[in-house]
């Protein structure tokens, strides 16, 4: 996830998967619960780890993996159709 965001494009058409990717996450993230939303972004984006995360917050270890786990089905069922349509 975090290497499609973040490489260069090299062609026109791969700046144009990213853009779309990019505004599609961007959305499904958006449909988050802020705690889920939290914890995936600074987990996956921000390459914090979930014990950190755990740390941080003062919530249990298994509780802050249970939310990166919802979050994660989450994503994975709204953004399957793009996932298919732009053959990654």
């Keep these: ?3 499609l965001l973040v490489t260069d494009a090299e062609t026109p058409e791969d700046q144009m998967v990213k853009d779309v990717f990019w505004d599609e996450l961007q959305t499904a ?3 988050l619960p802020d705690a889920q939303r939290s ?4 987990n996956e984006l ?11 917050t003062g919530e249990l270890l298994k509780t802050i993996i249970s939310r990166k786990r919802y979050a994660v089905q989450h994503l994975r069922q ?6 298919n349509d732009l053959d990654l």
Excluded: C, N
């Design 29 to 31: 993230l958006a449909e």
């Design 1 to 3: 996830l975090s290497a």
């Design 39 to 42: 914890v995936f972004v600074q």
């Design 78 to 83: 709204r953004l399957q159709t793009l996932y």
């Design 46 to 56: 921000e390459g914090k780890t979930l014990q950190a995360i755990a740390d941080q």
